[in-house]
């Protein structure tokens, strides 16, 4: 246990911001045990992944940070045409991705080059090229910080929906993912892959690929590199600049309001969505709005992606007020309001 701990290496904003105490942890048992001490139940409490999600709004934050560090991939059962991985929760999702790809296990391809960790994978059900991660995940085990037990969630349970499950709401700030149990299927001759995207099908034609042509293991190792090329040129190191990566969602809008907008807006991106809503394109709006390439106090959107948020200021405020002047300028534009993907996190 350490006290007065510095936060600033571990979120990827870099912002400022001392721990009261910080406690790393590598395996369930020791989790299980520490979470029954009077340190614990004494202090307020603050579970550390990777910060790829989180902006403190304090220098100082006053409870315990807890770092479960654990890492592993196991094969716990397959059939005929599907694998089951217990994956850890501490693993490095891109790892895990490329792990499925070394053995052609598909419907997780479109994922790579996500960074951060598995774990987030269940709690904010990352997207990517037409891939929900909530379609492979079979089930999710986790520590209930109510009753200290190990329990698990089926898919249906996790109530997964856009970057969202349960995790954000019901069981909010009383969990501990320690595994994530993903189903995928083995290699299919008749597996449809999801290539309908116009930087996807650049990348093809740029190249000379005739996709179709391709056999089936040639199609897995193409789509993956396709993507992993894309966003590498879109988007920024995140281990050489402060980012949060997307820093905010994309919103969704009743069909009558997308309509109303699509009268003032006829080149609005929108596509419909499997709960009859339509979602429009975040960064298009920001962009729209002349915040790409800005810069206000060493914090700006980033110029190859408007929905990137990039910080060299170690000041929380800094990116707060970036985001709330954001933010009003869309809503003013457009009567459309952009929720935060960021978590914000305060006293």
Same mark, same amino acid.
């Given at each position: 246990?350490?006290?007065?701990?510095?936060?600033?290496?571990?979120?990827?904003?870099?912002?400022?911001?001392?721990?009261?105490?910080?406690?790393?942890?590598?395996?369930?048992?020791?989790?299980?045990?520490?979470?029954?001490?009077?340190?614990?139940?004494?202090?307020?409490?603050?579970? =550390?992944?990777?910060?790829?999600?989180?902006?403190?709004?304090?220098?100082?934050?006053?409870?315990?940070?807890?770092?479960?560090?654990?890492?592993?991939?196991?094969?716990?059962?397959?059939?005929?045409?599907?694998?089951?991985?217990?994956?850890?929760?501490?693993?490095?999702?891109?790892?895990?991705?490329?792990?499925?790809?070394?053995?052609?296990?598909?419907?997780?391809?479109?994922?790579?080059?996500?960074?951060?960790?598995?774990?987030?994978?269940?709690?904010?059900?990352?997207?990517?090229?037409?891939?929900?991660?909530?379609?492979?995940?079979?089930?999710?085990?986790?520590?209930?910080?109510?009753?200290?037990?190990?329990?698990?969630?089926?898919?249906?349970?996790?109530?997964?929906?856009?970057?969202?499950?349960?995790?954000?709401?019901?069981?909010?700030?009383?969990?501990?993912?320690?595994?994530?149990? =993903?189903?995928?299927?083995?290699?299919?001759?008749?597996?449809?892959?999801?290539?309908?995207?116009?930087?996807?099908?650049?990348?093809?034609?740029?190249?000379?690929?005739?996709?179709?042509?391709?056999?089936?293991?040639?199609?897995?190792?193409?789509?993956?590199?396709?993507?992993?090329?894309?966003?590498?040129?879109?988007?920024?190191?995140?281990?050489?600049?402060?980012?949060?990566?997307?820093?905010?969602?994309?919103?969704?809008?009743?069909?009558?309001?997308?309509?109303?907008?699509?009268?003032?807006?006829?080149?609005?991106?929108?596509?419909?969505?499997?709960?009859?809503?339509?979602?429009?394109?975040?960064?298009?709006?920001?962009?729209?709005?002349?915040?790409?390439?800005?810069?206000?106090?060493?914090?700006?959107?980033?110029?190859?992606?408007?929905?990137?948020?990039?910080?060299?200021?170690?000041?929380?405020?800094?990116?707060?007020?970036?985001?709330?002047?954001?933010?009003?300028?869309?809503?003013?534009?457009?009567?459309?309001?952009?929720?935060?993907?960021?978590?914000?996190?305060?006293?």
């Amino acid at each position: 246990m350490q006290k007065d701990y510095s936060l600033q290496p571990l979120n990827t904003l870099q912002v400022n911001c001392v721990a009261k105490m910080y406690v790393d942890i590598p395996n369930t048992y020791q989790l299980l045990q520490f979470i029954e001490t009077q340190e614990w139940k004494e202090n307020k409490h603050w579970i =550390f992944w990777w910060w790829s999600n989180t902006l403190f709004l304090n220098d100082y934050f006053d409870w315990i940070v807890l770092h479960p560090g654990i890492k592993g991939i196991e094969l716990i059962k397959q059939d005929e045409n599907a694998v089951y991985l217990q994956v850890w929760a501490w693993e490095v999702r891109d790892d895990f991705v490329q792990y499925c790809l070394d053995n052609s296990f598909w419907w997780i391809e479109n994922l790579i080059a996500i960074p951060w960790n598995v774990w987030t994978s269940a709690v904010s059900n990352i997207w990517a090229y037409g891939q929900e991660v909530k379609n492979v995940i079979y089930e999710v085990i986790w520590v209930n910080l109510e009753t200290n037990t190990i329990q698990k969630l089926s898919n249906n349970d996790c109530e997964f929906a856009y970057r969202d499950s349960i995790f954000k709401h019901d069981l909010e700030d009383k969990f501990i993912i320690t595994h994530v149990v =993903f189903k995928l299927q083995k290699i299919d001759e008749n597996y449809e892959y999801i290539t309908s995207y116009k930087d996807v099908e650049t990348y093809f034609s740029s190249n000379w690929i005739d996709f179709e042509k391709l056999d089936s293991l040639k199609k897995l190792q193409t789509i993956s590199q396709a993507i992993y090329e894309i966003r590498k040129n879109k988007l920024p190191d995140h281990t050489k600049v402060w980012t949060a990566g997307s820093y905010f969602k994309n919103p969704e809008l009743s069909l009558p309001e997308r309509d109303t907008l699509e009268k003032k807006f006829p080149d609005l991106r929108a596509h419909l969505t499997d709960n009859e809503t339509m979602k429009l394109s975040a960064w298009q709006l920001i962009e729209l709005c002349w915040w790409k390439g800005k810069e206000v106090n060493k914090v700006k959107m980033y110029e190859k992606h408007a929905l990137i948020l990039i910080n060299a200021n170690p000041s929380w405020k800094a990116v707060e007020d970036y985001a709330k002047n954001v933010q009003k300028s869309v809503y003013e534009k457009f009567w459309v309001h952009l929720e935060p993907e960021v978590r914000y996190c305060d006293n």
